[in-house]
């Protein structure tokens, strides 16, 4: 007996908290929650080397597999989780891949859809046309239309409201395609957008290119639907996807590279004969030496590497969530950018992109000693300024200034000490930071502000000018500045009073 549940399209998210782009939400289903950002493991029936429940104890409450195969091999005829033995969400694609790798599928939209309404799936892929990295505009479009036109047909077909349902978004590199593919899709009742044909471009470390996928999608789509990336699953590029604001993904990377003897860890994959000595403490890790794995028979070496490559992602995926609820995701993927030269061409992407992401910014404190700024290019940043800026401009009427160097400045003590003296004569302070800006005394206190730690390099001459384009905003008239460098750097481009505190104090 099916469930009665019905699900409206934007009703299923549940977005908690927001760092940069990225957002931990729960997605509701008819067998239980899932908590974004989440990784779906791809499971192969037929060739799986980690049982469900060896992947229910490491955490995974979701399961994909492929419906098409099923419905070809005729393997399953009542409902998925028992098949699977999992109590779980169970995801299943529709066999679009296929399409790709082989060209057609035996099976029509009606089947693909009717089967999986049969088999009691909790979330399911309309059959689609995959571009692939190789087509050319005029196959991309046609991709694009015969995907659409499933999309539109698939809702007729089906029956059952207690199913999520996924729309593809086909298109590849052609960005206009893509976001014509989201415009339309999220216009029909789809619960979940999923970005298609990107495995190609990941195989081929192409991650800007992905990229340009997803910052697409994310313009287009509405909030409220929760965006897949399908096939990515190397823990390296993880954290990008996720600050971009990519919720959910599948991979069976886990597996195909333990068949092909390949080792994964946060960074990158290692072939086991080139392993000395595991980075990992998993259970495999601790069991094993490299010399002990390498001598086990083919199936069970395979099984144990899955097992260590799937733990491996389920432990990145910890990762991310906890940066996220911290508000670190930008240093996880600092961290990480400098490894290999795609990373970096995708970490110069987003920060190419930091005014997008700051829009997303939560700046919380919770669990965090500082925020740690090494360049101008932190997206956090971005949002500070703007919100200072909507401070300062509500009040108009600021003629006359105090300004202080922070950098001066090596305590609270210190910085009390110096306000204390010149509280009674200037209503307005301002403490002056070579990446903020100017802050309002009144802020300083605030997180993140009262603990900013910053790289010493930073152009003190780029932040003052900056810094003196908004005074003349505001038509301040008297700055007084209680150093000689901010004096210097303040006379040559202002052209109201400028002067000394101590100058000042004197005169009075």
Not at 217 to 235: C, D, E, M, T, Y
Not at 333 to 345: D, E, G, T, V
Not at 496 to 504: D, S
């Amino acid at each position: 007996m099916f469930s009665t549940m019905r699900f409206d399209v934007d009703g299923i998210f549940e977005i908690k908290r927001y760092c940069l782009a990225a957002r931990i939400g729960k997605i509701r289903t008819k067998s239980g929650f899932l908590e974004t950002p989440y990784l779906f493991p791809v499971i192969d029936t037929r060739r799986q080397f980690v049982s469900t429940q060896e992947l229910n104890e490491l955490g995974f409450k979701g399961l994909i597999t492929n419906s098409y195969l099923l419905f070809k091999r005729k393997e399953i005829v009542d409902d998925i989780h028992v098949y699977l033995n999992h109590d779980g969400v169970v995801m299943t694609d529709s066999g679009g891949y296929q399409i790709l790798e082989f060209g057609q599928v035996n099976a029509s939209q009606e089947e693909i859809i009717g089967f999986q309404e049969k088999i009691n799936v909790d979330i399911a892929v309309i059959l689609d046309v995959p571009t692939g990295s190789n087509a050319n505009y005029a196959k991309a479009f046609e991709s694009v239309q015969s995907t659409l036109n499933n999309a539109q047909t698939s809702i007729k077909l089906r029956t059952r409201e207690d199913i999520l349902w996924v729309g593809p978004i086909q298109g590849g590199e052609y960005l206009d395609l893509v976001k014509v593919c989201t415009q339309r899709l999220s216009s029909l009742p789809f619960h979940i957008l999923a970005l298609g044909s990107p495995t190609e471009f990941l195989e081929r470390y192409n991650y800007e290119k992905v990229l340009q996928m997803i910052y697409t999608v994310k313009l287009n789509a509405p909030p409220s639907r929760p965006i897949h990336l399908f096939g990515a699953g190397h823990p390296a590029i993880l954290p990008f996807f996720v600050a971009l604001g990519v919720d959910l993904f599948d991979s069976a990377s886990y597996a195909l590279y333990a068949r092909d003897d390949r080792y994964l860890t946060s960074l990158r994959t290692y072939r086991l004969d080139d392993i000395y000595e595991f980075p990992c403490k998993c259970d495999v890790c601790r069991k094993f030496s490299p010399k002990e794995l390498r001598s086990l028979n083919k199936d069970n070496r395979r099984r144990l590497l899955a097992k260590h490559n799937i733990f491996v992602l389920a432990q990145e995926m910890a990762i991310i969530k906890q940066a996220i609820y911290h508000g670190t995701l930008w240093d996880l993927i600092q961290s990480k950018a400098h490894y290999h030269p795609a990373l970096f061409r995708a970490f110069k992407f987003l920060i190419n992109h930091k005014r997008y992401l700051s829009k997303y910014a939560y700046l919380n404190g919770m669990g965090r000693s500082g925020l740690f700024v090494l360049d101008h290019e932190r997206p956090e940043l971005l949002s500070i300024k703007k919100r200072i800026k909507e401070h300062m401009l509500q009040n108009h009427s600021i003629k006359k200034i105090a300004i202080i160097n922070g950098q001066k400045i090596s305590s609270i003590h210190e910085l009390y000490k110096k306000i204390n003296q010149i509280v009674n004569e200037f209503k307005t302070i301002l403490i002056f930071n070579p990446l903020i800006g100017l802050i309002p005394f009144e802020l300083s206190e605030i997180y993140p502000l009262y603990q900013l730690d910053v790289e010493n390099s930073v152009s003190l001459k780029r932040a003052a000018l900056n810094s003196i384009n908004f005074l003349k905003r505001i038509n301040v008239e008297e700055i007084y500045v209680d150093d000689e460098l901010l004096l210097n750097l303040f006379r040559k481009t202002f052209h109201a009073k400028v002067q000394l505190l101590t100058k000042h104090n004197n005169s009075n």
